[in-house]
């Protein structure tokens, strides 16, 4: 197991600390200066982004890029923490396109070139909480959602946002077999006000680069206040809806997985408590635990999307 992940990982993907500190304050400067296209695709590793530093950032500091690269979940590729690193690279992310319609004024068709040259890019340094008990700090590379579903200008009868990764087989290992952990395409969903929140991002980098393929390249959301898997990857659809929308984990296990899924020590899986987490990268198993905070420690900028609700019976 460790070999394979060892042998999955480009020499160039293993970027020191040094290395990423030096390169992230050069495009901080070209950042600042406003200039926002991408450049071209190629390996993840050759394809450096522009972008500006957040406020929203934490400053926690962020999960060895090895990590980051070779533990993740992204079960089209496997069930297991090194399979996406293993086998991701068989997808083709170019061309990319990303639908969003449903009700809306202006359905329209991304190519997610296109949109790179349109938005600002911005850094966002997250902590992401997986509902499995472990945690990293993330430097995602990324733009608000919102910039995206203004332009297609949400009616007034859209009240839930829903989300779907690619589903296609013949790149996707885990879409095909006998064993099938989930039913696929995976589908997320939020509720209107929680994607227009300036927090939610579509992410289309790490660490300065373009997403590896195992992180959910090209384009994958990201949503620091709720478990990891509310943040869905390769995302190609994104529709407006009136009804709130069937998540993938939800379905599969809806005592287990809500809708809201928001990060809260206090409200356990049925299997397992919530109140600590493990960080990765950080002497491995043997890390100390460390607690888990309400909404992951975005209390103070989302706790107000929830108030007056129940947050045990909307787990
Ligand atoms: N399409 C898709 N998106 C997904 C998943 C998945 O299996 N398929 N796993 C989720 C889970 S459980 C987590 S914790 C995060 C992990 O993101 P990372 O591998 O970039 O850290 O992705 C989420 N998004
Ligand atoms: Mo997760």
Redesign the pocket.
């Known amino acids: 197991m460790l070999i394979r992940r060892q042998s999955s990982i480009r020499p160039s993907e293993i970027t020191s600390r040094e290395v990423y500190l030096n390169r992230r304050s050069l495009m901080m400067g070209a950042g600042a200066a406003g200039i926002t296209a991408a450049l071209p695709n190629g390996p993840a590793s050759a394809a450096q982004l522009r972008f500006t530093k957040s406020p929203f950032s934490t400053s926690e500091e962020p999960t060895p890029l090895e990590d980051?690269t070779s533990?993740?979940?992204?079960?089209?590729f496997g069930v297991d923490k090194g399979d996406?690193a293993a086998n991701a690279h068989t997808l083709t992310t170019k061309p990319w396109t990303v639908a969003v319609d449903g009700l809306v004024s202006r359905p329209t068709t991304f190519h997610v070139e296109d949109l790179l040259k349109t938005v600002t890019l911005e850094e966002r340094i997250y902590q992401?909480?997986?509902?499995?008990g472990w945690s990293?700090v993330?430097p995602w590379v990324g733009f608000p959602l919102s910039d995206v579903l203004h332009r297609v200008e949400p009616l007034g009868s859209a009240k839930y946002v829903a989300f779907e990764?690619?589903l296609r087989p013949e790149e996707m290992p885990?879409q095909t077999g006998l064993f099938q952990?989930?039913e696929w395409?995976?589908v997320?969903g939020l509720r209107l006000d929680e994607a227009l929140h300036p927090l939610t991002i579509l992410a289309v980098g790490?660490y300065g680069d373009m997403?590896p393929n195992?992180?959910?390249a090209p384009i994958?959301?990201i949503v620091p206040w709720k478990?990891?898997?509310?943040?869905?990857?390769?995302i190609v659809r994104i529709s407006l809806v009136e009804k709130q929308p069937e998540t993938?984990?939800n379905r599969q296990n809806p005592r287990e997985y809500g809708f809201y899924s928001n990060v809260n020590p206090e409200v356990d899986h049925p299997r397992w408590s919530q109140a600590t987490e493990r960080p990765i990268g950080e002497g491995g198993l043997f890390a100390k635990r460390k607690p888990t905070l309400l909404f992951n420690g975005y209390a103070e900028e989302v706790a107000h999307l929830y108030a007056g609700m129940d947050l045990r019976a909307n787990f």
């Open positions: 980051v533990y993740n979940n992204y079960y089209e996406p992401l909480r997986c509902v499995e990293m993330i990764t690619l885990g952990a989930l395409p995976y997320e790490l997403l195992q992180n959910g994958r959301l478990y990891g898997f509310k943040s869905i990857k390769s993938s984990w």
